[in-house]
């Protein structure tokens, strides 16, 4: 079992910048990568960031230049820092861990930008 715990989300005007955190417990050992998700309201969820377990990533094009993820040196956090936010990025930002045996997912931080 691998838990997940994020935070960080906020309500912030465009321009300007959140860093997520997502805390992952358990069974961290068998987590393969970890990825950023989030949910527009009324959309479909979608992979925003990837990072592999040999630090490699990968952003969607709608968030490059702009979305960073990282790993923290203890190895069992991951960052998502989002600078030049869009009234777009809005929505529930989800972390997920993709597993040996499966996926786990934690409860979502709410991301809202203003206009």
Do not use: H
């Not at 527009?40 to 702009?66: C, F, H, M, W, Y």
Request: with cysteine; hydrophobic share 30%; charged share 15%.
């Amino acid at each position: 079992q691998v838990q997940l715990v994020e935070s960080g989300g906020g309500l912030v005007q465009a321009g300007g910048s959140l860093r997520l955190s997502c805390a992952a417990s358990g069974s961290i050992f068998s987590i393969n990568t970890m990825n950023w998700y989030r949910q527009a309201p009324g959309k479909q969820r979608e992979l925003v960031a990837s990072i592999s377990t040999s630090d490699s990533t990968n952003v969607v094009d709608s968030v490059k230049g702009r979305f960073t993820i990282s790993r923290g040196s203890a190895n069992n956090t991951v960052y998502l820092q989002m600078n030049s936010l869009k009234p777009e990025d809005t929505g529930l930002y989800y972390c997920n861990a993709d597993c040996d045996w499966g996926y786990y997912w934690g409860q979502g931080t709410q991301v809202t930008v203003s206009s």
